[in-house]
């Protein structure tokens, strides 16, 4: 699997960015598919993650409420929608493939990974 993410910029604080990943394959459908960040000297850290369907979502407690992900299983797509951006947001954003049946939080789940779009917001 292959993932392309792309959409990342720079925005002020209070702005908005909405981050895509694209996957190839024909097994997208299947795939809980799930965002982090890692900033400079940080750990990678959990943004969010989607179920193969697109009807359960799960997210970091310091995006809760601000971002949102969504999928598009024929386009082999998933989105990140983010709102009111704050400066402790600007991260390196990495889209990828968990091929268990049960979400996580934890990178190590994870099989595959984009090479991330950066994102940095301003104050």
């Known amino acids: 699997v292959q993932l392309q993410a792309s959409g990342g910029g720079m925005v002020q604080a209070g702005g908005s960015l909405r981050l895509s990943c694209a996957a190839s394959g024909s097994a997208f459908g299947r795939y809980i598919m799930g965002w982090f960040r890692q900033a400079p000297g940080k750990e990678r850290e959990f943004v969010g993650c989607i179920n193969w369907g697109g009807s359960i979502t799960e997210y970091a407690a310091s995006v809760e409420g601000r971002f949102t992900i969504s999928r598009d299983n024929a386009k082999n797509t998933v989105s990140l929608q983010m709102n009111s951006l704050k400066p402790e947001d600007t991260a390196v954003y990495l889209c990828?493939?968990?091929?268990?049946?049960?979400?996580?939080?934890?990178?190590?789940?994870?099989?595959?990974w984009g090479q991330g779009t950066q994102v940095t917001v301003s104050s």
């Open positions: 990828a493939v968990d091929e268990s049946l049960i979400m996580g939080r934890r990178p190590e789940r994870y099989k595959y």
